[in-house]
C-alpha cells in the first residue's frame, strides 16, 4: 500500500484508477468502468491539480465540464476533491456552490459513498454536514448554497460551481467567481448540463469555450451507461427540448422547457373567458404566491368543472412592486376576500405559501376563508410539477388569454431531484420570476383532485325538514302495528 500511496501522489489518475465507486453493477474498481469521455477530462484536469496540491500555478486554471444528465458529474468532481485533500502538500481551502441545499449535498453524497467503499481512505478523510475536511493536510472543502444565508467572501484555492445552468441567482455565480479571481494560483471548475441560450450561463459558457485560459470538455450523447429502453420512456415522458437539452446537450432556445409550445397554446386556445363565479357545475379554490420585494404577488382562482373534470382559470391578478420596491399587500387581501365573495371558494380553500403571509392567512381566517398553507418542500413540490404537467399534456385545462401568464409558463423548467422527484424552477428576469405561473401551479393538484371527487351539491329544498315529514310504506306499516 505503501509504493501505491506514493504512486497516487503523484499520479490523480492513478488514484482515481484503483477507487471503488458504486455502480449500476455494484461496487467496482473505477478503473474498469471509467468512460472515454470521464478519462478525457481527468487528463485534462490532472495537471492543474498536481499543481494546486504543490503550491504552484496551474497552467490551466479554468475548466468547464458541460455533460448530458447522468454523465457522472458529481461523482468524478468528488472523486478529484478527494484526491486534493488527502494528498496536498499544504492546508487547501476549497468550496462548491450550488443552486439550492439539495443539489449542493449532491456532491457531499458522492464523496462519501465513495469513503464508504474505500475504507483505507476513512481514516484521513471526515465528513461533516456542509464541510469535508482533512485535518492531516489542513485542507477543507466547504460547500454552499445559493438558497442559504452565509457568508461566501472566502478566497478558495479551488472553486466548484455545480450545476451553473440551475443557478438562479447570477449575483451568487458572481461572486464565487469573484471570490476565485483574488488568488491567482487558484483552481475554478464549472460543470453543468446544457441550459437555455439568451442567458447569463449560456454567456458564460460560450467565454469558457472559445477562451484560451479555460479547458473546455463537452459530452453531447447520453452516457453509455444508460439503459436504452428507460432512455425511451424518458423521451417521451418530456418536452422535446427538455429531452435533448438533458440528453443530447442541446441548448434550447426558449427560456423554459417544462412545457412544449403546443402544451401551452392548445390551453390557450378554447376561447376561455374569465368566469363570474355563477357557472353552472362549476366549484373554485384559490392560491396565492406572495412577495414583500423585488417580485410581482400572483393570485389565481381555478374552477373545477366535475362533469367533464376540465380545470378552468377563472380569475387572476399580479401586483407589481411599487417605487420602493415593496408590494401592497393590504391590497392583496382585500382583492382576495372580494373573490371569496364571488367565487364562494372559501370552503375549498386558500393554498398558499405561508412564507411572508403568516399574517395575511390569519386575517382571512378571521373573514372566513378556509387557507391551507403549501410550503415548498420537496413533496409539495414534485406535487406541483407532475400535476402542471399532467394536465396541459393531457390537456385538461381552459386558459383565457393573459400576456404575463402565457409569458411565465413559457419560463417554467423541471428540475429533477432525483428517485422520480422534480420541482418547477424559473430564472428571475425583468419581469420577475415567473408568479403568474407558481400561482396556477400552486392551486394545480388541488383542482386536479377536486374536478374528479367533487360531487354537486343536492339541492336540499326538497328534502324533508324533519323526520316527521317524511313517511314511507314502512313507516305506515310499523305504525299501525299493534306492540
Known amino acids: 500500500m505503501k509504493n501505491e500511496l506514493q504512486q497516487f501522489v503523484a499520479d490523480p489518475i492513478a488514484f482515481l484508477a484503483e477507487l471503488i465507486i458504486p ?12 468512460a472515454d469521455f470521464q478519462l478525457a477530462r481527468f487528463k ?47 492546508p487547501l481551502t476549497c468550496q462548491v456552490g450550488a443552486a439550492d441545499a439539495d443539489q449542493a449535498d449532491e456532491l457531499r453524497k458522492a464523496a462519501k459513498d465513495v469513503l464508504r467503499l474505500n475504507p483505507w481512505l476513512q481514516p484521513r478523510i471526515g465528513i461533516q454536514n456542509w464541510r469535508i475536511v482533512c485535518e492531516a493536510t489542513g485542507a477543507t472543502c466547504e460547500i454552499v448554497a445559493a438558497d442559504i444565508a452565509g457568508s461566501h467572501g472566502a478566497r478558495p484555492d479551488v472553486l466548484i460551481i455545480n450545476e451553473l445552468s440551475h443557478v438562479a441567482k447570477q449575483e451568487f455565480a458572481e ?9 491567482p494560483h ?70 423554459g422547457d417544462a412545457l412544449d409550445a403546443d402544451s401551452i397554446a392548445l390551453a390557450f386556445s378554447t376561447n376561455h373567458q374569465p368566469m363570474s363565479g355563477d357557472e353552472s357545475g362549476m366549484g373554485f379554490l384559490a392560491a396565492a404566491d406572495l412577495s414583500t420585494r423585488r417580485d410581482r404577488s400572483a393570485f389565481c382562482v381555478l374552477g373545477f368543472h366535475w362533469p367533464t373534470q376540465r380545470i378552468k382559470l377563472a380569475h387572476l391578478q399580479t401586483w407589481v412592486p411599487g417605487v420602493d420596491g415593496k408590494v401592497n399587500l393590504q391590497a392583496i387581501e382585500s382583492h382576495i376576500v372580494e373573490c371569496a365573495g364571488r367565487f364562494n371558494f372559501g370552503q375549498n380553500g386558500l393554498f398558499i405559501d405561508p412564507w411572508q403571509a ?34 396541459f399534456r393531457e390537456g385538461k385545462i381552459d386558459l383565457y388569454e393573459h400576456a404575463e401568464l402565457r409569458r411565465d409558463l413559457g419560463k417554467l423548467c423541471i428540475v429533477d431531484r432525483g428517485f422520480g422527484a422534480y420541482k418547477l424552477v424559473a430564472p428571475r428576469d425583468s419581469t420577475g420570476h415567473a408568479d403568474a405561473a407558481v400561482a396556477l401551479s400552486i392551486a394545480l393538484p388541488f383542482a386536479a383532485e ?3 371527487t367533487y360531487q354537486e351539491p343536492i339541492d336540499t329544498s326538497a328534502l324533508p325538514q324533519s323526520i316527521g315529514d317524511y313517511s314511507s310504506p314502512l313507516d305506515d306499516m310499523l305504525r299501525s302495528y299493534s306492540w
Request: with cysteine; proline share 5%; net charge positive.
Open 23 to 34: 455502480s449500476a453493477h455494484g461496487p467496482r474498481r473505477f478503473g474498469d468502468c471509467m
Open 44 to 90: 485534462s484536469l490532472a495537471p492543474s491539480l498536481l499543481a494546486i496540491a504543490r503550491g504552484e500555478k496551474p497552467s490551466i486554471g479554468r475548466h468547464f465540464w458541460e455533460a448530458t444528465k447522468g454523465a457522472s458529474k458529481d461523482s468524478d468532481l468528488a472523486c478529484c476533491l478527494l484526491w486534493l485533500l488527502a494528498f496536498t502538500t499544504r
Open 175 to 183: 461572486n464565487l467567481m469573484d471570490n476565485a479571481a483574488k488568488v
Open 186 to 255: 487558484g483552481l475554478a471548475i464549472i460543470a453543468t448540463n446544457a441550459g437555455f441560450v439568451d442567458t447569463w450561463q449560456y454567456r458564460w459558457r460560450e467565454l469558457a469555450r472559445e477562451s484560451g485560459r479555460w479547458s473546455f470538455h463537452r459530452l453531447a450523447e447520453p452516457s453509455p451507461w444508460l439503459d436504452p429502453a428507460e432512455l425511451a420512456e424518458t423521451r417521451i415522458r418530456n418536452s422535446t427540448s427538455r429531452f435533448m437539452r438533458l440528453f443530447y446537450g442541446v441548448w434550447s432556445g426558449q427560456t
Open 358 to 391: 403568516e399574517l395575511m392567512s390569519q386575517r382571512l381566517i378571521d373573514c372566513g376563508i378556509n387557507v391551507v398553507p403549501v410550503p415548498f418542500s420537496a413533496p409539495n413540490l414534485n406535487k406541483m410539477a407532475s400535476s402542471l404537467l399532467q394536465v
Open 450 to 452: 377536486a374536478a374528479m
